[in-house]
């Protein structure tokens, strides 16, 4: 977006060039069309003169009332046509990043700035230090003798960062600063405009002085009369010698109405018509009826075009095309429509697409013919290239693009709802997902199919939420999966109880016939008793009827207890199971605790870093009671627990820095960038940055310098020490290599000139040759004995890391290209490992050789063995270094975004431990010989000696000075720990 403004001397006669188009369509006019701009002359010197009286106007207007081509077109062509004064025009808009954009446009009108140094980022300067604006215009305009113009477009931008969003309200309060200061020192030639959206005008409070500038100077942009309407259709038409019938334009002024769009939506339907109209007809016809109905009139214009140039793409172009509008569009507080331009390469990483695939789609909408997106056609657009919708009205006007507004907001507020959830479920207030929200959330996941980029977009916590998610996922199919055993267990048991009574309703049958028989039997011995005088004969069969009988008696008893016997093994069967279903949920009651005591942990860590820090001993207390609960769960089954957990961690390090002070853990001693850090394995740590000195370091404090600096005019760039640690090579920006003997503690014993002018990284091999990269664009190998360079390669182009294999006679390269390529010293034979969409920073290896660790300009780390390749995400910049530590079981990362990330690399699914107290850009990092800490380097002049042993850093809290109790009061347990530990006794320092 930031083009610089070039005003023609003389603009080329277009008058009888109809092949131009006359009517820019959605996109503001540009400087060199101001022969086109017609109806606001008399304005255009009202603003003018206010200007230079005050030196500064707010242009204050309703969307889609002409403000960024009044000033473009009006404004700034008279400004930069004054002949009274050279002028300089500094044009932007906000976007996502104020001062990026504002440092962009200054590089764009001067590729150098007397008051910045060369090592210095403009940007990064006028962050730190808004008052440096004024300081450096000032100093500029005395050497080029010129006044500049600072022109800020878009301005509503300004307010739409979140006090969420720390880096991004930075931006935005330095960019008021810097507009602030600037006023108030008068010697300054430099003059502000800014354009702004009249629905946004009451945002400007929240800064009190702004808006007493405001008040000061601004200029309400009133709606054009219909006759300065009617010389903004006709007058380009006349200007190109071409003719429109008088009715058509009266029917046009009386379709545009009061819309708030009218001037846009005006602007695109005599674009559109004019094309139509050269397309068929002769220069010598007039504009008519026909040409105008055939595109669809003001009305439908605009979404009928933008409908069928979406229609134009295949399907998979079209699900890109929405992507890419809705990451150029937001609704705003109250429903408000809100463009976002975004860069080029920013888009590639919310999209998820490859950018040749984008730019083609950005081509598509804004060529000449529709000028829906900016740049305008004929602008190269590269990574860094803002992107922006033509005009709020397509917004509005395009039905198509209004409803994905809408969708992007109801998917970003479903998003926020997950990412509130998961923070609740880490903090022990919330539990995980169920139906029905897990089932729309499923399917958000499903159609969005969120990036990495889109969810830190949104919110910081992208990496956590999508694991809360798939814990929400897995928690669900684990609960349906046990009610499905048991109800499978129960339709057993009920079987077993259904066998049981039948053999009892068997048992009570038999009972049941025997009675019967036995009353018959009863009867009859009546009948013969009273009959015994008669019937004395049959004495002897009644005798043979009552042997019968007890033989029947005792096998009806022998029966019995074998039912018995029968019941009481299924009363076995019965208890053996039901003890087993016991212990089993024993065991589970068990994980519950475990998982519940683990989030409990989590929580409290998390809750510790908010305490106060002018509150040491309690934040202290918590972070130890929360590291005390972590320990004492048992990592097995479900309950997984991390190695290094990111939440102890932090927890743990903050509480460390709140009972000692901010410089905890920091060296101070380099005066520049610490570009390289090495360690021996005897412990000692040398380190070298773009002060030129190079420092060794015992017991993480100063030794000694190997080599001071005090001339300042070297940069040294990398440091190597060979396997026996008796040499500790150091290279950088000059045309020889330095070999300091480190064993004997000669120092600077050999000077090993070099044919190219910088050699940026240098690595020895395991025999204890020197290989090296620099200017050249060739992987040298330079052997000690015959003191001889050899070229491993030819001219390959740039090449940005190298390092050697631990134990085999080969090395790795990382290219500017994105490839990672091996190569054999001695045969010098290559091999491709890898391609990335993005320039390779940082190669290693790891110290047992297994590993391969590779980190890209994007922030990309890939983890490479002989079996697979795995992506690990999370940096937002380039990876400047990578190292693992001498187990070669965790991998961290140094990148631009501030942060250093450490990995399990036996485990990669485990979140990692991120270390965000840098300052500025981390440059090196390296392990201690015995794994306890981590050294980084940074930017900021400063080494961290970040500590890694949870247990060491646990066991310093106690006896620390400013703790003079041993656990949590009551309140403070219900607090942090929850209810239920109203009552604990035991104490945290036990």
């Excluded at 009044?70 to 008279?78: L, N, P």
């Excluded at 930069?80 to 954009?101: A, C, E, Y």
């Excluded at 048992?634 to 509480?655: H, Q, R």
């Excluded at 017991?699 to 310098?705: A, C, L, R, T």
Aim: with cysteine; hydrophobic share 40%; net charge negative.
């Amino acid at each position: 977006m930031n083009q610089p403004f070039t005003m023609e001397s003389e603009l080329p006669n277009q008058a009888n060039d109809i092949s131009t188009n006359p009517f820019p369509g959605l996109r503001p006019f540009k400087p060199s069309e101001s022969d086109l701009f017609f109806g606001r002359e008399l304005q255009i010197s009202l603003v003018f003169e206010q200007l230079m009286k005050q030196r500064f106007i707010a242009i204050v207007g309703a969307s889609g009332v002409g403000k960024s081509s009044f000033m473009s077109c009006g404004v700034v062509s008279e400004i930069t046509q004054n002949q009274d004064r050279s002028w300089k025009v500094l044009s932007m808009t906000p976007g996502r990043n104020p001062i990026k954009s504002l440092a962009d446009s200054m590089m764009l009108q001067e590729a150098h700035w007397t008051a910045v140094p060369e090592t210095e980022d403009i940007g990064s300067t006028l962050l730190h230090s808004p008052e440096s604006f004024k300081a450096i215009l000032k100093t500029q305009a005395e050497t080029s003798k010129a006044d500049y113009l600072l022109f800020i477009d878009q301005f509503e931008e300004i307010f739409r960062f979140s006090p969420d969003d720390e880096s991004g309200a930075k931006a935005a309060k330095s960019i008021i600063d810097i507009i602030v200061s600037t006023l108030h020192d008068a010697s300054i030639p430099v003059y502000i405009v800014v354009a702004i959206r009249a629905d946004f005008i009451g945002d400007c409070a929240k800064f009190p002085r702004l808006t007493e500038i405001i008040n000061k100077s601004q200029y309400l942009i009133p709606e054009l009369t219909r006759e300065e309407k009617k010389d903004a259709i006709v007058g380009p038409v006349r200007y190109k010698n071409a003719k429109i019938e008088d009715e058509l334009v009266e029917h046009i002024l009386d379709e545009m109405g009061e819309s708030a769009d009218q001037l846009p939506i005006m602007q695109h339907a005599m674009m559109r018509t004019w094309s139509q109209w050269k397309k068929f007809k002769s220069p010598s016809d007039a504009i008519t009826f026909d040409d105008y109905n055939a595109i669809g009139g003001i009305k439908n214009a605009l979404s009928e075009h933008a409908r069928e140039a979406y229609k134009e793409l295949n399907r998979e172009d079209q699900i890109l095309c929405q992507k890419i509008f809705k990451t150029l569009t937001e609704k705003g507080d109250g429903g408000r429509g809100i463009r976002r331009p975004t860069r080029l390469k920013d888009i590639c990483d919310i999209v998820d697409a490859e950018q040749t695939k984008i730019t083609n789609i950005i081509d598509f909408f804004r060529s000449p013919s529709r000028s829906l997106l900016l740049p305008p056609a004929g602008t190269d657009i590269k990574d860094d290239t803002v992107i922006d919708i033509s005009h709020e009205s397509l917004m509005r006007n395009w039905i198509e693009l209004s409803d994905w507004v809408e969708e992007e907001a109801e998917s970003v507020k479903l998003y926020l709802r997950l990412a509130e959830a998961s923070l609740m479920h880490q903090e022990g207030k919330a539990g995980l997902w169920l139906p029905p929200d897990l089932l729309l959330a499923q399917d958000w996941y499903k159609k969005q199919k969120p990036s990495l980029a889109w969810g830190l977009m949104h919110n910081k916590a992208f990496e956590s939420t999508m694991l809360f998610l798939e814990q929400s996922e897995s928690e669900y199919e684990r609960s349906q999966i046990l009610k499905e055993k048991v109800q499978k267990r129960r339709i057993v048991i009920f079987r077993r109880i259904a066998a049981v009574m039948f053999l009892l309703t068997l048992a009570a049958g038999w009972s049941w016939i025997k009675a019967r028989e036995s009353a018959k039997d009863a009867e009859e011995k009546k009948i013969l008793a009273e009959k015994a005088t008669e019937k004395a004969n049959e004495q002897e069969e009644l005798a043979r009827i009552s042997a019968n009988e007890a033989v029947l008696a005792k096998e009806d008893a022998i029966h019995s207890a074998k039912i018995a016997r029968n019941q009481e093994r299924i009363a076995r069967q019965a208890k053996v199971e039901a003890d087993t279903n016991a212990l089993r949920a024993l065991r589970q009651e068990q994980q519950a605790n475990d998982l519940r005591l683990l989030s409990i942990a989590k929580s409290m860590a998390i809750k510790s870093k908010e305490i106060d820090a002018n509150k040491p001993e309690k934040k202290a207390l918590v972070a130890k009671q929360a590291y005390n609960f972590y320990e004492s769960v048992e990592s097995s089954g479900k309950t997984k627990k991390l190695e290094k957990d990111p939440d102890i961690y932090d927890g743990l390090y903050y509480a460390l820095i709140s009972l000692g002070d901010d410089n905890a853990f920091t060296l101070s001693e380099h005066e520049q960038n610490v570009r390289s850090i090495i360690t021996s394995k005897k412990g000692n740590i040398y380190s070298t940055g773009s002060d030129g000195s190079i420092i060794q370091w015992k017991n993480n404090q100063f030794h000694s310098f190997v080599k001071e600096n005090k001339s300042g005019t070297r940069i040294n760039k990398s440091l190597a020490i060979n396997s026996d640690e008796s040499r500790l090579a150091c290279s950088g920006n000059f045309n020889f290599i330095e070999i300091y003997d480190i064993k004997s503690g000669k120092g600077l014993v050999e000077t090993i000139p070099t044919t190219w002018t910088d050699t940026w990284h240098i690595a020895f091999t395991h025999d204890g040759n020197l290989i090296c990269i620099g200017t050249n664009d060739q992987l040298m190998l330079y052997t000690f004995d015959t003191k001889t360079f050899t070229p491993i390669t030819e001219v390959i182009g740039k090449i940005n890391a190298v390092s050697a294999h631990p134990a085999k006679n080969e090395v790795v390269v990382g290219l500017d290209n994105g490839a990672v390529e091996q190569y054999n010293l001695a045969t010098k034979s290559v091999t491709t490992i890898m391609r990335s969409n993005s320039s390779i920073y940082a190669v290693n290896y790891s110290h047992d050789g297994s590993r391969l660790a590779v980190g890209d300009e994007k922030g990309k780390v890939y983890l490479i063995t002989a079996h697979q390749m795995m992506e690990l995400p999370g940096h937002s910049a380039r990876v400047n270094q990578i190292a693992f530590d001498h187990s070669s079981h965790f991998l961290a990362t140094a990148s631009f975004d501030k942060t250093v990330r450490i990995w399990n690399v036996r485990s990669s699914d485990d979140a990692p431990i991120i270390l965000r107290d840098h300052q500025d850009w981390v440059w090196s990092i390296a392990f201690t010989q015995d794994d306890n800490h981590l050294w980084a380097g940074s930017r900021d002049y400063l080494i961290r000696t970040w500590p890694l042993d949870m247990d060491d850093m646990a066991s310093l809290i106690c006896p620390n000075p400013k703790i003079t109790r041993t656990q949590l009061n009551e309140e403070e347990w219900i607090h942090y720990a929850g209810e239920d530990f109203s009552s604990v006794v035991n104490a945290t320092c036990n």
